[in-house]
């Protein structure tokens, strides 16, 4: 075993420090590559799930995107890999568990985690390949950045690319212009003023050559940070990326350093606007923000304070701040944030959902107002109590993440970026246990309040307006520009450009070689376990448990049968819910159940889930559920509270129940504003299923109408609306069919079913019947208008008439479809930012989706063709060998133990066994090519009878709207 020593060198690099860090169980080490300066941080354990990262610090000067284009372009091919598009076919054939790359403010990293050694060092060399020689073609930047795209004469000249897509899909979202002009406030001409995604307007304006001269300038070995994680052997770690890249350079290069720019020493106030629907009242559709520059990322005790602080002061329902806002009627919702890893200034952001421009001045004096009472009369205790033990539980929760190692790079890396201390980034106990002495005995909090808010000059005031004209002026902007670039273009210019479109087209559409792909590392068949270890939830005592190891957390679920919930009050369900978690009760109201629930449990939310069984025998099953998770010596008191809840709920306060729903509706809004596509899948899935009906009217456009409704109208609507609160109640508050699910230790387990006699005695014993439900008819084919600049687009069909007719071949068949066949079609030649399939395996009900697409016909185009694409489907061994291992990987994928849990409580409800489940694994190894090309009489049914939804941009939808039966404006 290697003998790491201080000052030691280990293929090229020097440890420089090695602590063992108790918070995380784990040796941590910092390392120094001689030659180059490269950090190397190693977080060693017993944890298998191994994690590999290498990050570069990349500094924006302008908005149009480059880095974030740069992490899309050299996935797509290197030196060693010259493979189209490599990341694309590692994804589709390989056991990790996390595959990606992030592109922040200053810093663009590439991480991945797989529990399988030998794809751990492979993906290593591809990851460090990609990154240190991709092979930087112009069709790489055309496709992911941008390119003038005509393909005939007659065809309209148009702007493509898939980041501009995905960023005209992100710039829909009015909390990113928030944040944006926020920090451009906060730090003009700094690094952090600029967009590093990029402005969709000025990512027409890069160049091959400066994108080029970003990757030569940025990424270099010295400019770079290293992170391991896990079980592998450190001193291979080591070896793999010197022997196999660093060795290659000679010299040491330069570091990017971000540019802080001068700040500022007054408040600054923006106006700004946001895209919205025409025709529609502006009124209380303002955002207002107020950010303030309060630290940096050296300062960790200050920034673990204020992040206890911004949920004080903006997030906690018993925040006097919070109370003070929404009782002065100044907006729909009122919240905040600490930003602690944005850059090297550590931010404090709030904001106000739902307002006016004039009432800005009034929250800004009510602010300073409510700030300095609180800072001068003190924080209350349990408030204090509440949000600290909030935050430490969600801190302890992290251990247990599926992804625990990339949740410890993303500690560490800002650490290591600037400076800062890596190790301590890690450590947080000792940390906590001062800053809670501080906290609760020194006035800690309240000082910190006064110095760096109060007493702060300089902050950032943003207005952002609502704008019914600004998609249109964003989109003849657009056109003025393309139609200036064509007519300065000859006649031999624009087939010129017609040729090269038509070239571009034919590199997407032309795959991959065999002898490209053998040269990509692959795991083969053999090394597929064939029984792996599969977790069941036991059901015993009327109580669904999974003993797992969860930190000493206890995962508390109980569920509510909402069989006799009538369709008139089904939209409603799922705001009842909110309502129920929040409210209080006769003995607590609002603002003592808040800090209660928080100084005793992890939190108190809810969800519904409607269960088919495998058998077909059994009835559907929908289920509200009431969660809640806790400590073991807090289990009494989060019990305590549960029952409560369900035998004293208090729907007396009409005020706090007035802004649960205008929240509920303005956090909506923007929901299907900015992305949506949950609201067409929904649509779309309630052709095919009473379970699907159920849940579009529960969650769907048919719930967000009726509550759109409901927060125009409330005055009008209120008695009506409580009235269907307490029927809500009467119907759902019931002892019979009452679920219990827990997910933790053995011990916690049985105290729990111990006490669940209590839960169940404060439950109604007047169960209603089921209620008949007759659902209205929707339109087949729909489309729902927003102010998006893209679409989402889905269309379905049922392709099975039950699970047992559902194989581990059709598991391989869907990992082609998603990471191939849509990958190919919908994303790199359509330039949609993501195209993915939902499927029901208990129903055999399935879907396909796209994600800020800048098409509507020929996303749909692609669709109608998947049944001729698996009939002509034509897999060599190895390509088949590579999609099964994809596949198997999708089967028991890494999940926390609450999430674990909560899949093994599903299967249990839907009659799905380990046995079932292992034999589909078998199904899957053993997979042959003609089993998947024999599902295409199925995919028939995508055109039989077609079933599509499509929400987004109005203007795209009009240009197909022969498509459509109907279409509606939400």
């Not at 033990?389 to 992290?398: A, L």
């Not at 929040?582 to 939190?603: C, L």
């Not at 084919?781 to 099975?800: E, H, K, W």
């Amino acid at each position: 075993m290697t003998n790491f020593t201080i000052g030691s060198v280990h293929h090229g690099f020097i440890l420089r420090r090695k602590e063992h860090v108790a918070d995380i169980s784990s040796e941590v080490y910092l390392f120094e590559h001689e030659l180059l300066g490269t950090p190397a941080l190693a977080i060693k354990n017993s944890d298998p799930n191994k994690t590999f990262c290498f990050a570069f610090q990349t500094i924006p000067q302008d908005s149009t995107g480059v880095a974030h284009i740069l992490e899309h372009a050299v996935l797509m091919g290197s030196k060693k890999y010259p493979v189209h598009d490599v990341f694309g076919e590692i994804h589709k054939g390989g056991l990790m568990t996390f595959l990606n790359a992030m592109t922040g403010a200053d810093v663009t990293w590439y991480p991945f985690a797989t529990r399988n050694l030998a794809e751990y060092f492979s993906i290593m060399d591809v990851y460090c390949d990609v990154a240190l020689n991709p092979l930087m073609q112009r069709s790489t930047f055309e496709q992911e950045g941008w390119h003038y795209h005509k393909e005939s004469k007659d065809e309209p000249l148009q702007f493509q690319g898939v980041v501009l897509n995905e960023m005209k899909g992100a710039y829909s979202d009015p909390i990113r212009a928030i944040f944006h002009n926020t920090f451009s406030g906060l730090m003009p001409e700094s690094t952090y003023a600029h967009e590093s995604g990029g402005d969709p307007a000025c990512i027409p304006d890069l160049t091959y050559e400066q994108f080029a001269e970003f990757h030569a300038k940025h990424y270099h070995p010295s400019n770079g940070m290293l992170f391991f994680y896990g079980d592998a052997d450190l001193e291979q770690e080591l070896a793999a990326v010197q022997n196999n890249f660093l060795c290659h350079y000679t010299e040491r290069g330069s570091r990017a350093a971000a540019m802080q720019g001068p700040g500022i020493k007054a408040p600054v106030f923006i106006d700004d606007s946001y895209a919205v629907q025409p025709g529609g009242s502006l009124k209380g559709k303002t955002y207002l923000a107020v950010g303030a520059s309060v630290a940096t990322i050296l300062d960790q005790e200050l920034n673990t304070a204020f992040q206890v602080i911004a949920n004080i002061l903006y997030n906690s329902d018993a925040s006097p701040l919070k109370k003070a806002v929404l009782e002065a009627g100044l907006c729909k919702d009122f919240g905040g944030m600490f930003l602690a890893d944005h850059c090297f200034q550590t931010v404090m952001l709030t904001y106000l959902v739902g307002s006016d421009a004039d009432k800005r001045d009034r929250f800004l004096a009510l602010y300073r107002e409510v700030l300095t009472r609180m800072a001068e009369q003190g924080l209350d205790r349990d408030l204090i109590l509440a949000e600290l033990n909030s935050y430490e539980f969600s801190v302890r929760e992290e251990l247990t993440a599926a992804q625990r190692g990339l949740d410890l790079i993303g500690k560490a890396l800002p650490a290591l970026q600037h400076g800062a201390d890596p190790f301590a980034a890690l450590r947080i106990e000792e940390l906590f246990a001062a800053l809670r002495v501080k906290a609760l005995e020194e006035r800690y909090f309240e000082r910190l309040i006064k110095e760096r808010l109060l007493d702060n000059p300089a902050f950032a005031a943003v207005t952002l307006r609502p704008d019914p004209d600004k998609a249109a002026r964003v989109m003849q902007e657009e056109q003025r520009r393309l139609a200036e670039y064509e007519q300065s273009l000859s006649l031999e210019q624009t087939e010129e450009l017609i040729a090269k479109t038509q070239e571009l087209m034919r590199l997407q559409q032309t795959p991959n070689s065999e002898e490209q792909l053998a040269l990509l590392p692959r795991l083969s068949r053999q090394d597929l376990e064939r029984k792996p270890k599969l977790h069941e939830a036991c059901s015993e005592d009327g109580c669904i448990s999974s003993e797992l190891e969860t930190g000493g957390i206890a995962y508390v679920q109980f569920g509510l049968d909402c069989a006799a919930v009538g369709l008139e009050l089904l939209p409603w369900l799922d705001l009842f819910g909110t309502i129920a978690t929040e409210i209080g009760t006769k003995q607590r109201d609002y603002v003592r159940f808040a800090k209660d629930i928080h100084i005793h449990t992890g939190g108190l939310s809810h969800s519904f889930t409607t269960y088919s069984h495998v058998s077909g025998a059994e009835p559907l099953r929908p289920v509200l559920w009431f969660q809640t998770k806790a400590l073991s010596a807090s289990l009494p008191k989060a019990l305590e509270l549960i029952c409560e809840v369900f035998a004293e709920l208090d729907l007396s306060n009409r005020r706090r129940i007035k802004e649960i729903v205008l929240r509920e509706f303005a956090w909506a809004e923007h929901s299907v504003q900015s992305e949506g596509w949950q609201l067409a899948a929904s649509r779309v899935f309630a052709h095919l299923s009473q379970a699907g009906l159920i849940n579009e009217h529960v969650n769907g456009a048919t719930a967000y109408l009726q509550l759109k409704e409901l927060a125009a109208n409330y005055d009008e609507l209120e008695e009506d609306f409580l009235a269907k609160l307490e029927r809500l109640r009467q119907a759902v508050f019931q002892s019979k069919g009452l679920l219990l699910a827990v997910t933790g230790s053995g011990a916690d387990i049985e105290k729990i079913k111990a006490n669940a006699g209590a839960v169940r005695g404060s439950l109604g014993k007047d169960a209603l019947p089921p209620a008949a439900l007759a659902f209205p008819a929707f339109a087949a084919r729909q489309a729902f208008v927003t102010s998006a600049d893209v679409v989402y687009n889905a269309q379905g069909c049922s392709l099975f008439d039950g699970f047992d007719q559902h194989s581990g071949s059709f598991e391989v068949l869907k990992t082609w479809l998603s990471r191939d066949y849509l990958w190919n079609t919908v994303r790199q030649q359509g330039g949609a930012y993501g195209c993915f399939v939902q499927f029901h395996p208990v129903s055999g009900n399935f879907a396909v989706i796209s994600y800020r697409d800048p098409h509507v016909a020929r996303t749909y185009a692609a669709y109608e063709a998947i049944a001729a694409a698996v009939r002509s489907l034509d897999l060599s061994r190895a390509k088949l060998d590579q999609l099964i291992i994809g596949a198997y990987g999708t089967l028991n994928p890494l999940r926390s133990p609450a999430a674990e849990g909560v899949k093994a409580r599903d299967a249990y409800l839907t009659g799905i066994t380990p046995e079932r489940r292992q034999q589909i694994v078998e199904q899957t190894i053993d997979a042959k090519a003609e089993e998947l090309s024999g599902f295409a009489p199925r995919f028939e049914q995508l055109t039989a009878k077609i079933l599509r939804a499509t929400i987004g941009s109005g203007e795209k939808i009009k240009a197909d709207s022969g498509l459509f039966d109907a279409v509606m404006e939400l």
